[in-house]
C-alpha cells in the first residue's frame, strides 16, 4: 500500500472519529469548557499573585543593596531624599522609597515632601523592627500619596545588630492592577482586598458597586476569600448586579501579607463562551474534513515523499558524523519544513558545540598546568626558604667570627650572598605559584609609576623613547606597592630586551570596566571594574606559542645566562594573589602589550603602617617562646635569640607550646612558624595561646603558606618571611614586643 493510500485512510478515519465524538459530547464538552474556564480564572488569580510575591523579592533585593549605600550612611535629609528620589526614577512600579528612624519617625523620601510621619502604629514598621534581614509587607493605603500600596519594609541593622533604620518601599498596587488587566483576555475583573475587607482596588467594569476604601467585610465574596481553604470558585450574586464567578489566589505568602487577590468574570459571558467554542469546533472541523480531504492528495502525491528523501539523506549524513551537513533551502512550509530546519539547527548546535568543548579542553589544560605548577614551585620555595634560613644565618655568624682572615670572610660572604639570590629566586616563585606573602595598601597606582619615572628611564637607556600615559580620576586599588614595582620594572626589562636597536615604550595607568567578554591569559571571563597598567613596546613581539607559555615559570626565549624565565611567572602570580588579572597580546614584528588588572576599591583613609626596619632597637631581656618543627631553623632561631640576649623556650610544635605557657609564667613573645605538623599551624596556636595568656605579643615566620595568614581577634601580628638576617629578627622582635593593639585580628 502506498503511503499516498495510507494517508487517506489516516485522514478518513481522523475525520469520522471527531464528528461522532462531538455530536455525542455536546453536553459534556461544554461542561468541559466551563471547568476550563473556571480552572482558568483560579491559574489567572495564582499567577498574579505568583508575580506579586516575585516583585516582593525583587524589592527585598533592592533593599539589601540599598542597606549598603553610602548615600543612606548619612544624616543629611536633602541628600538621602535626593538618592532615594534618583533611585524611584528607576524603579517607576514604586510611589515612594523611604527610611523611617528606629523611633518611627521619617527621615528621608524619594518625594520629597519634608512631612512629618509617625509609623509606630502600622504593623508592617512593628514586625520590621524585631525581624532580622527579611522584609515585612503590609497592603495599605499610603499617608503621603493616599494609594494603595503594598508596604514592603526592611530592618538595616548595624555589624552589632542595632537597628539603624527601617528601608520602606511602597509598591503602586494600582498599576500593578491595570498592567495584569491588560495582560488578561477580556470579560476579566480583578480585585484587591486587604484582611480587614478594605477595598484595595476595584474592578473597572461598571457592574462593580464597592469604591475604593469600601468595607466587603460582611459579604459572601469577602468570606469565600478569606476562607483558607475553600473551594476554587464560586458564583456570587450582588444586590443590584449580574452574577460574576470569582476565583482567589491560594498563595501562602501573599495572604500571610494580609491581601487577597481575586479575578472575576459574568457568568452570563462564561457560559457563552463555552457554547461559542463548542459552535466553532464543529464549523472548523466541518471545513478542514473538506479540505483536508483536497489536500492530502496534493501533499501526498506531489511533495512528500520528495522531502521525506531529502530528510532521510540528511539523517544518514548525521549519523556518519557529518556535522557540516545542511538541507539547502527551499524549504517547504509546515511540518516537513520545520523539521528540516530544526534538524539544521541541531547540526550547527552539535558543531558548536563539538567547537566549544576543544576550546574549553584547551582552556581547561592550560588552567590544570598553571595551577600544578603553581602547587610545585611554591612546595619547592618553602623547603628552599627553610634551608636559606639557615645558610643565611649561618653565613653571618662565619663572616662575624672570620673578620680578620680576609679569604674566609670573603668566602662567607659569598655564601650570603647566593643564599640572598637562592631568596630572590624562592619570592619568584612564590609570586607565581601565588604564595608570596603580600603586604596590600591602598594605593594611587599612578603616583606610584611616577616615582618610579627616572629608574625606568635609566633602565630602559637613550635608545629607547620612554612615555607614560595617565587617566582622569583614577580608582584606587588595594596592592603590595613593592610587589607592583618589582613587576612593573620586570615588564619594561622584558620590553628594553625585546628592542635591542631602539624603539617605544608606553606605560600607561586608566580605570577600566571588563565584561563577560574580557578573557585573561587562561582564557577565563573576570568582568568588574580595575585599575589597569598596560606596558606597550614596539619590540620584536612573539608568536603564538610562545606567547602560549609567556608565563610559565622557567621558560624563556633568552640566551643562556641573560634570563631566568621567572620575570613574568611572578608577574602573573602577583596579580592572581591580587585578585586581579592578566592579559597578553603580542605577533612577531609588532610588538607586544602586557595588561595588569587590579580590582577597584572604596575610597578608605589608608593607614600606613610603621615598618619594622625603622625600630633601631635590636637587642632585649625578655623571654620569647620559639615554636618551629624543623630542627635546624629552630636551633639557628634559638642561637641568634640568646644572642640577642633574650632568654629562649624552643618546641617543635604547637601542642608542645601550649604546655609550656600553661607551666611557666614570664613569656613576653611568641616566636611562631606559620605551618607545622601535627594539625596545629601557627594562627591557631597563636588564638589558643592568647587565650591562656591575654596580651601575649606574637611574631609569625613562614617561607610559605597555603593560605593568606589571618591573627586572632584583639591581637596586633606580625609576620617575618624567610629566609631572614639576624638584623631582621631583631628588628622585627623589638617592633612586636613594643607595640600596643590598634587593631584587631591584623597582620603586618
Known amino acids: 500500500m502506498s503511503l499516498r493510500t495510507r494517508l487517506l485512510i489516516l485522514v478518513i478515519a481522523a475525520m469520522l472519529v471527531p464528528a461522532i465524538l462531538v455530536g455525542l459530547r455536546f453536553v459534556q464538552n461544554?461542561?468541559?469548557?466551563?471547568?476550563?474556564?473556571?480552572?482558568?480564572?483560579?491559574?489567572?488569580?495564582?499567577?498574579?499573585?505568583?508575580?506579586?510575591?516575585?516583585?516582593?523579592?525583587?524589592?527585598?533585593?533592592?533593599?539589601?543593596g540599598l542597606a549598603r549605600a553610602r548615600d543612606l550612611d548619612t544624616r543629611d535629609k536633602a541628600a538621602c531624599s535626593a538618592f532615594l528620589s534618583d533611585v524611584?526614577?528607576?524603579?517607576?512600579?514604586?510611589?515612594?522609597?523611604?527610611?523611617?528612624?528606629?523611633?518611627?519617625?521619617?527621615?528621608?523620601?524619594?518625594?520629597?515632601?519634608?512631612?512629618?510621619?509617625?509609623?509606630?502604629?502600622?504593623?508592617?514598621?512593628?514586625?520590621?523592627?524585631?525581624?532580622?534581614?527579611?522584609?515585612?509587607?503590609?497592603?495599605?493605603?499610603?499617608?503621603?500619596?493616599?494609594?494603595?500600596?503594598?508596604?514592603?519594609?526592611?530592618?538595616?541593622?548595624s555589624d552589632a545588630g542595632a537597628l539603624r533604620f527601617v528601608l520602606l518601599a511602597s509598591f503602586n498596587l494600582n498599576k500593578f492592577a491595570e498592567f495584569h488587566d491588560k495582560r488578561l483576555l477580556a470579560q476579566k475583573e480583578i480585585l484587591l482586598v486587604d484582611s480587614k475587607g478594605t477595598v484595595l482596588v476595584a474592578p473597572k467594569s461598571g457592574g462593580w458597586n464597592h469604591p475604593v476604601g469600601?468595607?466587603?467585610?460582611?459579604?459572601?465574596?469577602?468570606?469565600?476569600?478569606?476562607?483558607?481553604?475553600?473551594?476554587?470558585?464560586?458564583?456570587?450574586?450582588?444586590?443590584?448586579?449580574?452574577?460574576q464567578v470569582w476565583a482567589v489566589a491560594r498563595s501562602p505568602s501573599i495572604r500571610k501579607a494580609g491581601l487577597y487577590i481575586m479575578v472575576g468574570r459574568s457568568k452570563d459571558g462564561l457560559v457563552a463562551a463555552a457554547n461559542r467554542r463548542l459552535y466553532e469546533d464543529m464549523a472548523i472541523l466541518a471545513v478542514a474534513s473538506l479540505l483536508l480531504l483536497a489536500g492530502v492528495w496534493i501533499l501526498a502525491t506531489v511533495s512528500v515523499g520528495r522531502q521525506v528523501g531529502r530528510l532521510a539523506t540528511m539523517a544518514k549524513r548525521l549519523g556518519l558524523g557529518d556535522l557540516s551537513a545542511r538541507i539547502p533551502p527551499p524549504h517547504p512550509r509546515g511540518e516537513l519544513g520545520g523539521l528540516m530546519m530544526l534538524l539544521n539547527g541541531t547540526a550547527e548546535?552539535?558543531?558548536?558545540?563539538?567547537?566549544?568543548?576543544?576550546?574549553?579542553?584547551?582552556?581547561?589544560?592550560?588552567?590544570?598546568?598553571?595551577?600544578?605548577?603553581?602547587?610545585?614551585?611554591?612546595?619547592?620555595?618553602?623547603?628552599?626558604?627553610?634551608?636559606?634560613?639557615?645558610?643565611?644565618?649561618?653565613?653571618?655568624?662565619?663572616?662575624?667570627?672570620?673578620?680578620?682572615?680576609?679569604?674566609?670572610?670573603?668566602?662567607?660572604?659569598?655564601?650570603?650572598?647566593?643564599?640572598?639570590?637562592?631568596?630572590?629566586?624562592?619570592?619568584?616563585?612564590?609570586?607565581?605559584?601565588?604564595?608570596?606573602?603580600?603586604?596590600?595598601?591602598?594605593?594611587?597606582?599612578?603616583?606610584?609609576?611616577?616615582?618610579?619615572?627616572?629608574?625606568?628611564?635609566?633602565?630602559?637607556?637613550?635608545?629607547?623613547?620612554?612615555?607614560?600615559?595617565?587617566?582622569?580620576?583614577?580608582?584606587?586599588?588595594?596592592?603590595?606597592?613593592?610587589?607592583?614595582?618589582t613587576a612593573l620594572l620586570n615588564l619594561v626589562l622584558n620590553a628594553r630586551d625585546a628592542m635591542p636597536d631602539g624603539g617605544r615604550l608606553t606605560v600607561e595607568v586608566c580605570n577600566i570596566s571588563l565584561g563577560p567578554s574580557d578573557l585573561d591569559v587562561n582564557g577565563e571571563p573576570r568582568p568588574g571594574d580595575y585599575v589597569m597598567v598596560a606596558v606597550t613596546d614596539t619590540g620584536c613581539g612573539m608568536a603564538a606559542e610562545v606567547a602560549s607559555r609567556a608565563f610559565e615559570p622557567f621558560f624563556t626565549t633568552k640566551e643562556v645566562g641573560k634570563g631566568t624565565g621567572l620575570g613574568l611567572s611572578m608577574v602573573y602570580g602577583f596579580a592572581q594573589q591580587s585578585g586581579g588579572l592578566v592579559q597578553l597580546q603580542s605577533e612577531p614584528g609588532q610588538g607586544s602589550v602586557v595588561r595588569l588588572f587590579f580590582p577597584r576599591i572604596a575610597a578608605t583613609q589608608n593607614e600606613e603602617p610603621t615598618p619594622a626596619e625603622r625600630i633601631a632597637a635590636p637587642a632585649g631581656s625578655e623571654t620569647i617562646l620559639v615554636a618551629e618543627d624543623d630542627d635546624m631553623v629552630r636551633a639557628y632561631v634559638e642561637s641568634e635569640l640568646r644572642t640577642l640576649g633574650y632568654r629562649v623556650i624552643a618546641t617543635s610544635n604547637g601542642p608542645a607550646a601550649l604546655e609550656v605557657l600553661r607551666q611557666s609564667a614570664d613569656i613576653d613573645l611568641l616566636f611562631t612558624d606559620v605551618v607545622m605538623p601535627g594539625g596545629m599551624f601557627g594562627p591557631e596556636l597563636a588564638r589558643q595561646a592568647t587565650a591562656l595568656r591575654p596580651g601575649l605579643k606574637v611574631l609569625f615566620t613562614s617561607g610559605y603558606s597555603q593560605n593568606p595568614v589571618k591573627a586572632p581577634d584583639g591581637i596586633d601580628a606580625r609576620i617575618l618571611t624567610k629566609p631572614f638576617k639576624r638584623q631582621d629578627l631583631a628588628a622585627m622582635l623589638r617592633s612586636a614586643l613594643s607595640t600596643t593593639p590598634r587593631q584587631r585580628g591584623r597582620i603586618r
Open 30 to 64: 461544554r461542561t468541559s469548557e466551563i471547568n476550563a474556564a473556571l480552572a482558568n480564572l483560579a491559574a489567572s488569580a495564582d499567577d498574579i499573585a505568583a508575580d506579586l510575591g516575585e516583585k516582593i523579592q525583587g524589592t527585598a533585593q533592592l533593599h539589601y
Open 88 to 157: 524611584r526614577e528607576e524603579y517607576p512600579q514604586f510611589t515612594g522609597i523611604l527610611t523611617i528612624d528606629p523611633d518611627g519617625s521619617l527621615f528621608c523620601d524619594s518625594l520629597r515632601t519634608n512631612r512629618t510621619l509617625d509609623l509606630n502604629d502600622r504593623a508592617y514598621f512593628k514586625q520590621a523592627k524585631v525581624s532580622q534581614g527579611v522584609v515585612a509587607v503590609e497592603p495599605v493605603f499610603g499617608r503621603l500619596t493616599g494609594l494603595s500600596v503594598l508596604q514592603i519594609a526592611y530592618p538595616v541593622r
Open 214 to 243: 469600601a468595607s466587603i467585610a460582611g459579604s459572601e465574596l469577602f468570606r469565600f476569600a478569606a476562607s483558607p481553604d475553600g473551594e476554587a470558585s464560586r458564583e456570587v450574586t450582588d444586590r443590584d448586579g449580574p452574577t
Open 349 to 485: 548546535s552539535l558543531e558548536q558545540q563539538r567547537a566549544a568543548i576543544a576550546d574549553l579542553s584547551h582552556k581547561l589544560s592550560q588552567s590544570q598546568k598553571m595551577e600544578a605548577m603553581g602547587q610545585l614551585t611554591g612546595g619547592v620555595a618553602h623547603d628552599f626558604n627553610n634551608l636559606l634560613t639557615v645558610i643565611l644565618g649561618n653565613s653571618e655568624h662565619l663572616a662575624d667570627r672570620l673578620a680578620s682572615n680576609r679569604e674566609l670572610h670573603r668566602i662567607a660572604g659569598d655564601i650570603a650572598t647566593a643564599a640572598e639570590r637562592g631568596s630572590d629566586l624562592t619570592r619568584s616563585l612564590l609570586a607565581f605559584a601565588r604564595k608570596q606573602p603580600l603586604r596590600p595598601r591602598e594605593i594611587d597606582i599612578a603616583e606610584k609609576v611616577v616615582g618610579m619615572e627616572q629608574l625606568l628611564r635609566r633602565t630602559l637607556g637613550e635608545h629607547i623613547e620612554c612615555s607614560f600615559a595617565f587617566g582622569a580620576e583614577l580608582w584606587l586599588t588595594s596592592v603590595d606597592p613593592g610587589q607592583i614595582a
